[in-house]
């Protein structure tokens, strides 16, 4: 077993960094403490806007502005990030009257986004506050204000933004999940903003996205002799085909596997028919059901393919184990 070295036994580096993360961390609980009704009334706000959320800040601000705006934009709230220099020069313009707009700032009086904020007022949006002063001119401004104040930055000269910038970030997230989950935004509702992730594909991409159809699927009647059945399955090259009625219902399967029991059991076999040899009543998918389900379906079965059925019981298609594992799921 490994053992968690002693802080004597710690490179110093090491053991600075151990002290800003603990540091760090400490403002977060501290931050986490003193969080009140206003925290509520801010995720109510923004759960009740019917236009954007607009985040806004300056510098590192802005920076964990921006990912507050795509961590919302992400978890089912429109969201955007607004530099206040360029607001000031025209970018307002995308500020409407039933946005919500999120104004960061360690200080409060960040010269370019307070310059903002008058005529944000005559816009009459809402605004909420995250800084870690109620009495500057950006507090005083808001409708609702979340403290995030720190006592000290990790910096060594208590300068550069560092807990600052981290008790901002926490609060972005905490106000986004909360947001989320007030919102009921679910797995799928994530998926559809993140297709090209492996949740985003387990939950969005159906077997009619990626099944073999029209002439790709091996089928044959039931009357088809062996030998028939036999280069169908070759010239499809599934290693099985379909077999059904005269109606085109699917009534059985036959496979590679069937084919190695048919042979080691000796006798003639070539001239028996494919309704004597199929295997009856298969496991078969619908069009629309999940990548994911069918995936499962396979793996629970321990069978490499199934034929896609339409709602009469027609074979309409086939999905191989391969084609589902090629998407990462």
């Given at each position: 077993?490994?053992?968690?070295?002693?802080?004597?036994?710690?490179?110093?580096?090491?053991?600075?960094?151990?002290?800003?993360?603990?540091?760090?961390?400490?403002?977060?609980?501290?931050?986490?403490?003193?969080l009140e009704g206003s925290f509520a009334e801010a995720v109510?706000?923004?759960?009740?806007?019917?236009?954007?959320?607009?985040?806004?800040?300056?510098?590192?601000?802005?920076?964990?502005?921006?990912?507050?705006?795509?961590?919302?934009?992400?978890?089912?709230?429109?969201?955007?990030?607004?530099?206040?220099?360029?607001?000031?020069?025209?970018?307002?313009?995308?500020?409407?009257?039933?946005?919500?707009?999120?104004?960061?700032?360690?200080?409060?009086?960040?010269?370019?986004?307070?310059f903002i904020i008058p005529p944000l007022r005559q816009i009459?949006?809402?605004?909420?506050?995250?800084?870690?002063?109620?009495?500057?001119?950006?507090?005083?401004?808001?409708?609702?204000?979340?403290?995030?104040?720190?006592?000290?930055?990790?910096?060594?000269?208590?300068?550069?933004?560092?807990?600052?910038?981290?008790?901002?970030?926490?609060?972005?997230?905490?106000?986004?999940?909360?947001?989320?989950?007030?919102?009921?935004?679910?797995?799928?509702?994530?998926?559809?903003?993140?297709?090209?992730?492996?949740?985003?594909?387990?939950?969005?991409?159906?077997?009619?996205?990626?099944?073999?159809?029209?002439?790709?699927?091996?089928?044959?009647?039931?009357?088809?002799?062996?030998?028939?059945?036999?280069?169908?399955?070759?010239?499809?090259?599934?290693?099985?085909?379909?077999?059904?009625?005269?109606?085109?219902?699917?009534?059985?399967?036959?496979?590679?596997?069937?084919?190695r029991r048919l042979v080691q059991k000796g006798g003639e076999?070539?001239?028996?028919?494919?309704?004597?040899?199929?295997?009856?009543?298969?496991?078969?998918?619908?069009?629309?059901?999940?990548?994911?389900?069918?995936?499962?379906?396979?793996?629970?079965?321990?069978?490499?393919?199934?034929?896609?059925?339409?709602?009469?019981?027609?074979?309409?298609?086939?999905?191989?184990?391969?084609?589902?594992?090629?998407?990462?799921?």
């Amino acid at each position: 077993m490994e053992r968690t070295p002693s802080p004597d036994t710690l490179h110093p580096l090491t053991l600075k960094g151990k002290n800003i993360l603990l540091q760090e961390a400490e403002a977060i609980r501290t931050m986490a403490e003193r969080l009140e009704g206003s925290f509520a009334e801010a995720v109510g706000l923004l759960a009740g806007c019917r236009g954007k959320i607009i985040i806004s800040g300056m510098g590192k601000s802005g920076i964990i502005g921006q990912k507050m705006a795509a961590t919302m934009s992400s978890t089912g709230s429109t969201a955007v990030f607004l530099h206040p220099a360029e607001a000031a020069h025209g970018d307002l313009g995308i500020v409407q009257k039933e946005d919500v707009v999120i104004g960061l700032s360690k200080s409060g009086t960040t010269e370019e986004l307070n310059f903002i904020i008058p005529p944000l007022r005559q816009i009459g949006v809402k605004i909420i506050a995250m800084t870690g002063s109620r009495r500057s001119f950006l507090g005083e401004n808001a409708d609702i204000v979340l403290d995030t104040g720190i006592s000290e930055e990790a910096c060594p000269y208590d300068l550069a933004p560092t807990t600052s910038t981290t008790a901002m970030l926490a609060m972005g997230d905490a106000l986004a999940i909360a947001l989320m989950e007030e919102k009921r935004f679910t797995q799928r509702d994530f998926a559809l903003s993140h297709p090209k992730g492996a949740l985003g594909r387990r939950l969005t991409v159906r077997v009619r996205d990626i099944m073999a159809k029209e002439d790709a699927v091996p089928v044959v009647e039931e009357s088809a002799t062996l030998a028939e059945l036999i280069l169908e399955m070759t010239a499809k090259r599934y290693g099985v085909s379909a077999v059904v009625d005269k109606d085109g219902r699917l009534k059985g399967i036959f496979t590679d596997g069937d084919l190695r029991r048919l042979v080691q059991k000796g006798g003639e076999y070539l001239s028996l028919r494919a309704g004597e040899v199929m295997t009856p009543e298969p496991k078969t998918a619908g069009s629309d059901m999940l990548a994911k389900e069918c995936l499962d379906v396979l793996e629970t079965w321990r069978i490499t393919q199934l034929m896609v059925c339409d709602n009469d019981g027609r074979p309409v298609g086939i999905i191989h184990l391969h084609d589902l594992l090629t998407l990462g799921l």
